[in-house]
């Protein structure tokens, strides 16, 4: 694989990397005898050596890859972006090693007997009064937990589902000899067939439709077939809509912490927010959030936004919007995002503020980039980052969760063609991947309340934000999963930028790490290895209730929200994930003033007035009011 910071040669007509297009494309044909006899201008070839002479001279060599590209990306509608070949080959593996595995089986039987026994005195013992369950859904399972689930026969229905959902797991996990990724695989898509299967998903088997379909007459019923109707009509392709996303509007309810985009390029807009009081840290803040969602999820409504907070607090805050990429983007690489977004967003900032260093933040691939960026640096002995900020950022791939079980050659290579015909990676693809993450909690339990309950659900920021999606483009997400999610470069010290290798151990500034406890996107024990590969001087490691993006908007107030938080020097010894956390006190709050803090320690004792909004003088104008054009971009 080329390095990710190569020139990218690219057909001057029509902007295409010239690697993806038939050669007929993007070259003349090349002259020889083969063209010459085709010509009629000497040799003896006949009729049928000379068009095929041509036609090999003309079309080249690519245009058998260009038609396997083209079958794999019409493919991938009717497969949700997901290889074929991958399921295959795990329920292949599966299915062989259990097929050779007569004690396996036997055990299975065993199991299934042993089930259809309790179920069956569960049953009689039901018909005759209050029975205790002869299965419990799991703590996060909570589609069975109303009153009118435990009365006859709508509790049968579920513990038979259970019980059968319970035997699906064990015969799909702890399989000898089967691979270990297969095997998740195997495990994870038999679920999400029985998710779909679920009593609690039939209007006939759920007691609370039924319920709701006897008292209002059915029109719960007509409320979720129009609600049905106006979703596929809608731009988001048949997924349930939010009406939340006309209640709050960018500029106007959401992202109206004021400020100045002072700084634009092709990729972002450089935004700098006004200051709150007389005096601020002479430290700068930039945050980098992830150019996989829009920036405003730090800067919600007022009474929830991170960056009003910083503001109010007396900090002077920048933030990067990306631009949302188009097909027209495709050829924009990982070293287009760090040298076109975090450097020179560095480059604005050290104009404003000269010879002062930055407190760099970085929100999930954010922080990814921002890694890379601060590791290079200090490999370059640019010294401008005074502390790194990992919001739900990880470093190291291994354990990255279920989103690891698809990412594979042959996965990757799907998608690439996927992202090949359209030049990008669709929102839908990318928020499609993560609503299989929590199924029951984002695609059923959603269904059920829009389309069988009729009833849509309450409105809110985190929901408007989240229906206002953003696209990868294709060599920049085809280099972010080879890179580092197949190969772990980065943890590795393999990485490359402007073609030397960079390593994590090298950054000096201290660290600060936030994950959060149920985080399916970036999970907090994969967040914690900053611990294993950082080697500066303190690194602050930060645990928060709630989820990917729940869990960092936590503003102070917020209800049953709670942290666990722990520092290390160079000098103490590693400590694993499991015991760090048994052994670090739980606090209630929230952790944004710890944080903050934690900032406050490490800038300058005396504060100085505020800088003005951008430097004139150097070029860096304010050029729009936040929250600027780029984020307006559908």
């Known amino acids: 694989m080329p390095d990710p910071n190569e020139p990218r040669p690219t057909n001057p007509g029509t902007g295409v990397p010239v690697a993806l297009l038939p050669t007929a494309v993007h070259a003349p044909p090349p002259a020889g005898p083969a063209v010459a006899a085709a010509a009629g201008t000497g040799g003896e070839s006949s009729a049928p050596d000379r068009v095929d002479a041509i036609v090999r001279s003309f079309l080249g060599n690519q245009v058998p890859e260009t038609i396997d590209r083209m079958v794999n990306a019409?493919?991938?509608?009717?497969?949700?972006?997901?290889?074929?070949?991958?399921?295959?080959?795990?329920?292949?593996?599966?299915?062989?090693?259990?097929?050779l595995a007569p004690g396996k089986q036997a055990l299975l039987t065993e199991k299934a007997v042993r089930k259809l026994v309790r179920l069956a005195v569960y049953a009689g013992e039901s018909l005759q009064g209050q029975a205790a369950p002869c299965i419990a859904p799991l703590p996060q399972d909570h589609r069975f937990t109303g009153e009118a689930w435990q009365q006859w026969p709508y509790n049968l229905i579920y513990q038979s589902f259970l019980l059968t959902q319970q035997w699906w797991h064990n015969a799909t996990t702890h399989n000898r000899g089967v691979d270990e990724r297969n095997e998740a695989i195997v495990s994870f898509v038999t679920r999400q067939?029985?998710?779909?299967?679920?009593?609690?998903?039939?209007?006939?088997?759920?007691?609370?439709?039924?319920?709701?379909?006897?008292?209002?007459?059915?029109?719960?019923?007509?409320?979720?077939?129009?609600?049905?109707?106006?979703?596929?009509?809608?731009?988001?392709?048949?997924?349930?809509?939010?009406?939340?996303?006309?209640?709050?509007?960018?500029?106007?309810?959401?992202?109206?912490?004021?400020?100045?985009?002072?700084?634009?390029?092709?990729?972002?807009?450089?935004?700098?927010?006004?200051?709150?009081?007389?005096?601020?840290?002479?430290?700068?803040?930039?945050?980098?959030?992830?150019?996989?969602?829009?920036?405003?999820?730090?800067?919600?409504?007022?009474?929830?936004?991170?960056?009003?907070?910083?503001?109010?607090?007396?900090?002077t805050v920048f933030i990067i919007s990306w631009l949302n990429p188009g097909a027209e983007d495709r050829d924009l690489g990982l070293a287009d995002y760090r040298r076109e977004g975090v450097m020179a967003a560095l480059d604005a900032i050290s104009a404003i503020r000269p010879g002062t260093a930055v407190h760099a933040v970085g929100y999930c691939l954010g922080g990814t980039l921002l890694t890379i960026a601060a590791a290079a640096m200090a490999r370059d002995n640019d010294q401008r980052l005074k502390t790194v900020t990992l919001l739900a950022a990880q470093t190291d791939f291994t354990e990255a969760g279920e989103l690891l079980l698809f990412i594979n050659e042959n996965q990757v290579a799907f998608l690439e063609d996927v992202m090949w015909e359209q030049g990008y990676l669709g929102a839908d693809r990318m928020a499609g991947a993560f609503q299989l993450l929590r199924s029951n909690d984002?695609?059923?339990?959603?269904?059920?309340?829009?389309?069988?309950?009729?009833?849509?659900?309450?409105?809110?920021?985190?929901?408007?934000?989240?229906?206002?999606?953003?696209?990868?483009?294709?060599?920049?997400?085809?280099?972010?999963?080879?890179?580092?999610?197949?190969?772990?470069?980065l943890a590795m010290g393999h990485y490359r930028v402007n073609d030397r290798a960079i390593a994590i151990t090298d950054i000096r500034a201290p660290i600060f790490a936030v994950a959060t406890e149920q985080d399916h996107v970036a999970p907090w024990r994969s967040v914690y290895k900053i611990n294993l590969l950082a080697d500066t001087e303190e690194v602050t490691f930060l645990l928060t209730s709630g989820g990917h993006n729940a869990g960092i908007v936590s503003e102070p107030g917020h209800a049953r929200r709670s942290y666990q938080v722990a520092s290390r020097t160079d000098a103490d010894r590693y400590v694993d994930p499991d015991t760090w956390q048994a052994t670090t006190p739980r606090q209630s709050g929230s952790w944004w003033p710890v944080w903050e803090a934690w900032l406050v320690r490490y800038s300058a004792a005396q504060q100085v007035p505020p800088p003005a909004l951008g430097a004139p003088e150097k070029g860096l104008r304010p050029i729009c009011a936040a929250p600027g054009t780029y984020v307006l971009r559908k």
């Open 74 to 99: 019409n493919l991938a509608r009717g497969t949700g972006g997901i290889s074929p070949t991958v399921l295959a080959m795990a329920y292949c593996d599966w299915l062989m090693h259990l097929g």
């Open 193 to 315: 067939i029985l998710d779909m299967f679920s009593p609690s998903n039939s209007p006939l088997t759920n007691p609370e439709i039924l319920k709701a379909t006897m008292a209002e007459g059915g029109q719960n019923l007509v409320r979720g077939w129009t609600n049905f109707l106006a979703d596929m009509q809608s731009r988001n392709g048949g997924e349930p809509r939010d009406a939340s996303s006309d209640t709050f509007v960018v500029g106007r309810d959401v992202a109206v912490t004021p400020g100045q985009v002072i700084f634009r390029n092709a990729l972002i807009e450089l935004i700098q927010y006004q200051p709150a009081t007389p005096l601020v840290y002479a430290e700068p803040i930039l945050i980098v959030p992830a150019w996989i969602m829009k920036y405003y999820i730090l800067d919600l409504s007022p009474h929830n936004s991170l960056i009003r907070y910083l503001v109010e607090q007396g900090h």
């Open 442 to 489: 984002l695609i059923w339990s959603r269904l059920i309340h829009d389309y069988l309950l009729g009833q849509r659900q309450s409105q809110n920021d985190l929901m408007a934000w989240n229906a206002d999606p953003t696209r990868l483009p294709f060599r920049m997400h085809s280099q972010y999963l080879r890179h580092l999610f197949l190969r772990n470069e």
